[in-house]
T-cell receptor, first 112, second 113 residues
């Protein structure tokens, strides 16, 4: 059974810092992995999607990596800003299924 | 802009009173999903439609039903809401292609009194 874990559960950093959020999954047989952002009381915004054949994806100040063999993904945020404060969720799509399995998220606070 | 729309954004119902949540999409995606997210927890898939084919998760309570009358609309019916059903309900869509990225709506926050 696929399980997704995100550590730490919460993170507080000063503005301007570069930071890394971690995601691990137990079964490497995945189709893809998505990183989402969720603001309080809101829906999910897709940030990056990495296919199982890819190693990383970049969008602006965000860079996501995938190491399928070790069951790990990281989301790197460069030059963090207060507007980056949100909960970040990673989700894997196992092979042969359309469903996403989510981690519980990392709640990020960037202090001015 | 193509998007996933959920109505209402906030829904209050009474214990045991049936309630329907609505999702519509302009993306013309053939797959639509309903997730339940309780406070500080990960979203949990309830069921999904692949075109008209309904796929229920094994642990989704019978109290939860869904309808998809056409490609654009999908409804979540909760027949007899209990206090434990209070949650954020998220609708998502995807297209069956090589990428299969899921796009989420803003969610409906359900309160059960």
């Amino acid at each position: 059974k696929q399980e997704v874990t995100q550590i730490p559960a919460a993170l507080s950093v000063p503005e301007g810092e570069n930071l890394v959020l971690n995601c691990s999954f137990t079964d490497s047989a995945i189709y893809n992995l998505q990183w989402f952002r969720q603001d309080p009381g809101k829906g999910l915004t897709s940030l990056l999607l990495i296919q199982s054949s890819q190693r990383e994806q970049t969008s602006g100040r965000l860079n996501a990596s995938l190491d399928k063999s070790s069951g790990r993904s990281t989301l790197y945020i460069a030059a963090s800003q207060p507007g980056d404060s949100a909960t970040y969720l990673c989700a894997v799509r196992p092979r042969n299924t359309g469903k996403l399995i989510f981690g519980q998220g990392t709640t990020l606070q960037v202090k001015p | 802009d193509a998007m996933v729309i959920q109505n209402p954004r906030y829904q209050v119902t009474q214990f045991g009173k049936p309630v329907t949540l609505s999702c519509s999409q302009t993306l013309n995606h053939n797959v639509m999903y309903w997730y339940q997210q309780k406070s500080s927890q990960a979203p949990k898939l309830l069921f999904h439609y692949y075109d008209k084919d309904f796929n229920n998760e094994a642990d989704t309570p019978d109290n939860f039903q869904s309808r998809r009358p056409n490609t654009s609309f999908c409804f979540l019916d909760i027949r007899s809401p209990g206090l434990g059903d209070a949650a954020m309900y998220l609708c998502a869509t995807s297209r069956v292609d090589q990428v299969n990225e899921q796009f989420f709506g803003p969610g409906t926050r359900l309160t059960v009194l």
